[in-house]
């Protein structure tokens, strides 16, 4: 089973869940589609976007109901 944490990366997360790339752009990550974004592990990804981690993988597992 696929488990979304602050180490998973972009990439994984798209793979196993493509219904993040809405969400993810809702939230202000327009960057998703970028090869080097796909590298970034959420963490990365919200630290660059000024935003809490933790925070953003709670909202991501409710959205998608992980």
Same mark, same amino acid.
């Given at each position: 089973?696929?488990? @979304? *944490? *602050?180490? +998973? +990366? @972009? ?11 809405? @969400?993810? *752009? ?5 960057? @998703? ?7 970034? +592990? ?10 809490d981690a933790e925070s ?11």
């Open positions: 089973m696929f488990r @979304i *944490t *602050t180490e +998973t +990366t @972009i990439g994984e997360l798209l793979e196993n869940c493509p219904e993040a790339a809405g @969400i993810l *752009t809702e939230m202000g990550m327009h960057c @998703i589609g970028c090869p080097s974004a796909r590298r970034e +592990t959420l963490e990365q990804a919200a630290d660059v976007h000024g935003m953003l993988v709670e909202d991501l597992k409710g959205f998608l109901g992980a």
